[in-house]
């Protein structure tokens, strides 16, 4: 398990920069063209009629991938696009890359109820909500794809690039010896992560109804709120049961084998721990089909497509300088987009201004009541992850026992439990407040848990030694030892985790349950409420308070943190 | 010995500089070089003189600020065809085969593929890798892994061969094999390479390798000297002639004890150049005072001490300008002799070397003028960000970094400074502050 990057370029410590500001602008102009298209959107929309029959799930199974999937293709490719240009283009990354770090750590969920609204306004119900859950999924798989691919790019030994340059290695073969090699473990362990995530998302599109608003789709996650719907016990075991299938067979036939392949295009020299491995990997690769193809298909294959490459587009004896037309074209062009983005900036402006007082007051509220949620969530997911993950961590017998069941629990999306989970906490008082904490913990206890056992197993066995050598107290311990070196592990889990929490937010605080309509003070209440009322102003401000929010409280506490842990408390 | 012909490559009056405005700096000024066909060339100098700059814009991966330079009589444009490079680090991709690493070079020019196995392994076979076609550069050793670096940059047929630095990543008898290996096919007239320039901070592997030497220094990267080396081969390292080269070198880049005036230099924003501070590890420098005090009349032949106190020549090279600047020692000729201040240091206790080392660097413009700054500053401290973006008038931001740390360092030891990483300030030590 390793640490990731959550900050791309949290080398600057200013809170904000130009770009960012047109970031969040374009974002705003974005979510308002939306919110006037949701004008138009029906105002009854029926939902699918869900079979719960267990021979229905293969089919539900099958349409839920499918939508990951081709989410999941989109992301990729604009990944390699996006990421390329920001690499290559210096004008370019000052934009695109602020860019990025707002739409990374906006709580992506939010936007769910403006994109739904919007493309069922202008297109058939069934595409556009099976266009609105790819693009959902899509927006939460592709941020930390494209950042990874953009730093490999940035990070390609200089000495490599200019042997490639010097073998005249054309941008084809660039791409395909250097670049992509160079980027791919990246790559796939940031396309796992970015699946996992993709469920959360993928349950929530496939749940999310509104007051007469149904948008939910046939799929595994429909399936298990229709089984919680009608207490139906046995489809709901049947269901889960899909669904974790479902994910152990991907994770069986897809990552491992996809990561025990990638082990090649290390650059460390030195070989390290064990290599990752994988059943499936293994048998496939001493299958004689594997080197029939390689010897037979791909690889003539792919060195028709290289020379295809080289006779077509070779390396430019010397680079053309732009004449002074393009040159002028090439500035003048940004200001078009850019006065597009302020009308569209000014006319959203006035229609949150239409709001009234009183609105903003509630939405004032509702952030106060939805952080408070988040910040308990957090808390508790601190307080039991901790201690067990020191213990997973430091002890080898008990992480080999308890590993696999952790990563099990954990690949079941937070979100295809929630209907489940409303069906017992509803009998509580103060039910769904006690479950909307409750879901926000689901989806991110598990970030923090990987990241506190990854830490606490990177601390150095001479310091563990040092540290009995000296007889230190169990308080001296974690005070000296323990928590310091677990410290930036803890900040990236809780930045992954607080950012899950806000998304749960959207889903967790507002519920069609049993015929009813439930909700709980809160900005993830409120979102969903005004997606039902066709309050479209209240959407709009609601929606931006709490990306404001995430985005501030990511620049002003979180970043901070990460830097002073990326300083102070790195093991070297 | 070379008509018009045999010139292969010239470059005239070739600068570069980066940044702008006022801070601008130079990393090689006003070069003039020739190649001419046969010639085995090094460039020499310490880590900073821009030797490895100039190779890049030989062979056309960076463009120079100004000046000419002509390949053939023809201005160069882009990556220069006719050139190859061995790199440092080999630059091999870690996910192609040894072989294939090897074939790349010539797939991009289009050579079938069945031509271009028999090529690759002829490169192969001649580097001695025969067996290891199938190999990943991992499965290797640093010197097995340079020689698929050679094999590379030969396959091609280059005309002209760089090499940069590509023995110093290598352990010590891997790195004198590869040499030898190489002067034999070179002066076997085994590869068709027209001429070869080799980028090297090893005196006495420019010596033993080069018929000419072209000698760089720093502040800012120019060339002070071309000696011819006409030794013939295989060298002999232990002949008499072969050492007076060696010597020779040492002593054009060691230079000679200046009056103190222009060896020190101005402090930081006065007008003049401020003088660098080497990058040392204090204890080296006690050591080598300590070694040079046994010595019958405190003087020796500074090349005699790379042998003798197993240093490489470029760290050498810093301790003895070091030892200048300090008025530790004096040089002349290649040779250098332990003043009595420096001979006082090196017997003296630690407390007491500490004081003199004190006292040495309290002359030094650049500490007068920080410990000046800190004196007026409020509550006598300073932020490093301050001081280094003052440097930054003077110095690239690096280089700035680089001083700050050299004198934080040496200001520790001497116990005249302080510095707290938590909040990044800059402290006078008490009982710094009277004196001087």
């Known amino acids: 398990m390793k640490r990731i990057n959550v900050f791309g370029s949290a080398s600057s410590t200013r809170p904000f920069g130009a770009g960012d500001l047109l970031a969040l602008l374009l974002v705003l102009v974005v979510l308002y063209a939306g919110a006037r298209l949701a004008l138009n959107a029906p105002d009854v929309i029926s939902g699918p009629t869900i079979d719960l029959k267990p021979r229905a799930l293969p089919w539900y199974a099958a349409l839920s991938v499918g939508r990951m999937t081709a989410a999941y293709t989109l992301s990729l490719l604009f990944t390699l696009v996006y990421g390329r240009i920001a690499a290559y283009n210096r004008r370019a990354e000052q934009i695109m ?41 899509f927006t939460s798989q592709v941020w930390n794809l494209t950042f990874a691919w953009y730093q490999s790019l940035t990070t390609i030994p200089k000495e490599l690039r200019e042997a490639s340059s010097i073998f005249r290695l054309n941008g084809w073969m660039q791409f395909r010896v ?138 430019r004896e010397t680079a053309v300088a732009p004449s002074v037309g393009a040159q002028w074209l090439g500035r003048a062009l940004p200001l078009l987009p850019l006065a597009v983005l302020l009308y569209g900036g000014y006319r959203a402006g006035l229609m949150l201004l239409s709001l009234p007082l009183t609105q903003w007051e509630q939405i004032g509220l509702g952030l106060m009541a939805t952080l408070l ?27 080999a026992l308890l590993q696999p069941l952790v ?142 929010a995430v985005v501030l409280l990511n620049r002003l506490v979180w970043r901070r943190l990460y830097v002073l842990a990326e300083e102070k408390y790195r093991m070297e | 010995m070379m008509g018009e012909n045999g010139v292969l490559l010239q470059l005239k009056r070739v600068s570069q500089q980066y940044g702008s405005g006022e801070r601008r700096f130079t990393a090689v000024e006003d070069v003039n070089l020739t190649l001419g066909e046969g010639e085995f060339v090094a460039l ?144 076997g007239g085994q590869i068709p390479t027209k001429a070869i320039l080799m980028v090297s901070h090893n005196i006495e592997e420019a010596v033993f390798m080069a018929d000419r030497i072209v000698v760089m220094d720093k502040n800012p990267g120019r060339i002070i000297a071309n000696l011819p080396v006409n030794l013939p081969h295989p060298r002999q390292r232990k002949a008499v002639e072969f050492q007076n080269v060696v010597d020779q070198v040492y002593a054009t880049l060691a230079g000679q004890t200046q009056p103190e005036y222009l060896e020190l230099g101005t402090a930081p924003g006065e007008p003049g150049r401020t003088r660098r501070l080497p990058q040392v590890a204090i204890p080296d420098l006690a050591a080598l005072l300590e070694y040079l005090s046994d010595l019958p009349g405190n003087r020796t032949d500074i090349y005699r001490l790379a042998d003798e106190l197993n240093l490489n020549s470029d760290t050498l090279l810093s301790l003895v300008e070091t030892a200048e600047l300090l008025g530790f020692a004096t040089i002349a000729r290649g040779d250098i002799t332990l003043t009595s201040l420096g001979e006082t240091f090196a017997e003296a206790s630690i407390l007491a070397r500490k004081e003199i080392f004190a006292t040495c660097i309290r002359r030094l413009p650049i500490f007068k003028w920080l410990l000046a700054m800190l004196r007026a500053a409020e509550r006598r401290q300073l932020d490093w960000n301050v001081v280094q973006t003052a440097l ?34 800059l402290y006078l030590e008490s009982g710094a502050t009277s004196s001087n």
């Not at chain 1, 109820?113 to 119900?125: H, K, N, R, T, Y």
């Not at chain 1, 308990?376 to 017998?397: E, F, K, Q, S, Y």
């Not at chain 1, 506190?452 to 001296?476: C, F, H, K, M």
């Open chain 2, 44 to 187: 020499l100098g310490p880590s900073g003189c821009g030797k490895s700059t100039l190779l890049r814009i030989i062979t056309g991966l960076q463009a120079a600020t100004s000046g000419e330079i002509l390949y053939r009589q023809r201005p160069l444009r882009g990556v220069n065809p006719y050139a190859t490079i061995v790199f440092q680090t080999f630059a091999l991709f870690p996910w192609l085969t040894v072989l294939e690493n090897v074939a790349i070079a010539l797939k991009v020019k289009g050579v079938p593929a069945d031509l271009r196995a028999t090529r690759a392994i002829d490169a192969l076979d001649r580097v001695g890798l025969d067996g290891f076609e199938n190999a990943y550069p991992r499965e290797l050793s640093g010197g097995m892994r340079q020689k698929v670096g050679f094999a590379r940059a030969i396959v091609t047929e280059p005309e002209l061969l760089c090499l940069d630095e590509p023995f110093s990543a290598l352990d010590v008898l891997s790195a004198e094999t590869l040499r030898g290996e190489l002067l034999e096919l070179w002066t």
């Open chain 1, 407 to 548: 990563q099990i629990a954990a690949s079941v999306p937070a979100t295809a439990l929630f209907p489940v989970l409303l069906l017992f906490v509803l009998r509580l008082p103060a039910g769904l407040n006690i479950a909307a904490v409750l879901l926000m913990l689901m989806g991110t206890q598990w970030y923090l848990l990987f990241n506190v056992i990854a830490g606490a197993s990177a601390i150095p066995q001479d310091l563990r030694y040092t540290s009995d050598l000296l007889q230190l107290g169990r308080l001296e311990r974690w005070r000296t030892l323990i928590l310091p070196a677990l410290f930036p592990y803890l900040i990236t889990g809780a930045i992954t985790a607080s950012g899950g929490a806000w998304n749960a937010s959207i889903v967790a605080e507002y519920a069609n349950f049993g015929g009813q309509t439930l909700q709980t003070t809160g900005l993830g209440a409120l979102i969903s409420d005004a997606t039902a009322q066709g309050d479209y102003a209240l959407l709009l401000a609601a929606t931006l308070t709490m990306m404001f």
């Open chain 1, 97 to 137: 890359m602020p860019l990025l770090d707002v739409l990374q750590s906006v709580p992506i969920l939010s936007f769910l109820p403006v994109v739904l609204l919007g493309l069922s306004a202008i297109l058939p119900e069934a595409i556009a909500v099976e266009l609105a859950a790819i693009v959902l999924i």
């Open chain 1, 373 to 399: 949620r988040v910040v308990v969530a957090l808390l508790i997911a601190l307080a039991w992850t901790v201690p067990l993950g020191v213990a997973i961590g430091t002890n080898r017998r008990l992480a």
């Open chain 2, 392 to 425: 930054e008038l003077e110095f690239p931001p690096q280089e700035a970094e680089a001083q700050m740390d050299t004198m934080v360092n040496w200001g520790r030891y001497a116990e005249i400074l302080a510095y707290n990483d938590d909040n990044t300030m």
């Open chain 1, 178 to 315: 250097l670049e992509l090699p160079f980027a791919t473990i990246s790559l796939i362990w940031n396309s796992m992560m970015s699946w996992a995530g993709g469920w959360f998302f993928l349950m929530a599109a496939e749940i999310f109804t509104v007051g007469q608003r149904d948008f939910r789709l046939p799929g595994l996650g429909a399936y298990l709120h229709e089984a919680a719907e009608q207490s139906n016990f046995g489809a709901i075991t049947w269901g889960i049961g899909a669904l974790i299938l479902v994910i152990v067979l991907l994770d069986q036939f897809i990552w491992r084998p996809l990561i025990a392949w990638s082990d090649r295009f290390k650059v460390a020299t030195l070989t390290e721990a064990e290599p990752p491995t994988s059943w499936f990997y293994d048998l496939w690769s001493s299958a004689s089909l594997a080197s029939w193809l390689r010897d037979r298909v791909s690889g003539p294959l792919l060195e028709r497509v290289d020379q295809w490459w080289l006779r077509h587009f070779p390396v």
